[in-house]
């Protein structure tokens, strides 16, 4: 942390991202940081390596961003959050390490090897990046930030915890939710632009998932896929997963969940969940993702079909069980 703070201290143009296709958490590390450091009078840009979830757009309002087109801006400083390999942000990645920026990660990922960060806020017991950048902001002397700051906190902080139903949901987590209403964050107006604001097709995408379900072993692992066909078919559309992975979690028996969808362009994503025992970001690294050890993804190559990353999925769940 001193060392993340005298880079900032030394720095007049800092420039914010994170992961590809950013999500409440990411989005929301970034929010914080953001109106902390325009706060301390640096002049700030949020530059994300490609489009997020259209379910976040709102944080744009108040933390503008623009999209990665080939370019790094000029910048004393680059702060990257909710990922600690330079591979998550895609091709900009790949700018950012022939850069001699220094950087800054704010993460609370497992960081199994040093990926050349100058510094780092990291701290995989935080249940959101949005917390460690409220601590960071905090020993940044900011003070006092805008509403609009922690409400960003707060939409990290709900949707990396489920809305603090998962196991990461720890006391701080509840302590930190409970500050953030203090500070006026207007929780049920978050509850509903993040989670009741979803594309009349969203039912018939879950049903395109839910037709494809298998179980494995006993029912201890499930499985659910959807083809971008078959959502064209039904006129279904699947941007979030986590319902479709809470229904899956919510069956006794099983321990951990998989579910692949096909995005537009073929490019297949794989969300997975467990319960207990079985370290899903072990499972999801073998399959060249990552993650945490009860929420994990991977995203296969291009030209790997909806078939084969099922195979692999398969055999990746059965031989950690
Ligand atoms: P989700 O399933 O909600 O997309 O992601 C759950 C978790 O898995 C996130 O914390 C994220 O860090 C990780 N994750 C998701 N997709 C990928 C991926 O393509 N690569 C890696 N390394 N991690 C991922
Ligand atoms: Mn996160």
């Known amino acids: 942390m001193k060392e993340a703070v005298s880079l900032v201290e030394n720095s007049k143009r800092i420039l914010l991202s994170g992961h590809l296709r950013a999500d409440g958490d990411c989005l929301g590390a970034q929010s914080v940081i953001f ?130 139903k998962y196991s990461n949901a720890n006391a701080a987590a509840w302590a930190a939710a409970a500050r953030l209403a203090e500070h006026g964050v207007d929780t049920a107006r978050v509850y509903d632009l993040v989670y009741q604001q979803a594309e009349i097709g969203r039912p018939l995408g879950m049903v395109a998932a839910l037709e494809n379900l298998e179980y494995h072993a006993d029912g201890q692992i499930a499985i659910a896929s959807v083809s971008q066909t078959r959502l064209t078919e039904l006129g279904g559309s699947m941007e979030d997963t986590d319902d479709v992975l809470d229904l899956l979690r919510s069956i006794r028996v099983v321990e951990a969940v998989g579910l692949l969808t096909e995005r537009e362009g073929g490019m297949v994503k794989l969300s997975l969940r467990s319960k207990q025992v079985l370290d899903v970001n072990k499972v999801a690294r073998t399959l060249g993702g990552g993650g945490h050890a009860r929420a994990a993804g991977a995203t296969f190559a291009s030209g790997t079909s909806l078939e084969q990353a099922l195979v692999q999925v398969r055999a990746a769940l059965l031989g950690a069980l």
């Open 35 to 164: 109106h902390a450091l325009r706060k301390l009078g640096k002049q700030v840009e949020v530059m994300l390596p490609n489009a997020p979830d259209n379910r976040y757009g709102f944080l744009e309002a108040h933390t503008p961003w623009t999209l990665f087109d080939g370019t790094l801006p000029a910048a004393d400083l680059l702060i990257v959050c909710d990922c600690n390999q330079l591979d998550r942000l895609g091709a900009m990645g790949e700018a950012v390490a022939k850069s001699d920026m220094p950087r800054i990660v704010v993460d609370h990922h497992p960081m199994e090897e040093d990926h050349g960060w100058t510094a780092q806020v990291h701290d995989c017991s935080a249940a959101a990046s949005g917390l460690l950048a409220l601590d960071f902001a905090a020993a940044l002397g900011a003070g006092d930030l805008p509403l609009e700051a922690y409400e960003a906190a707060f939409v990290a902080l709900m949707t990396d915890t489920g809305w603090l």
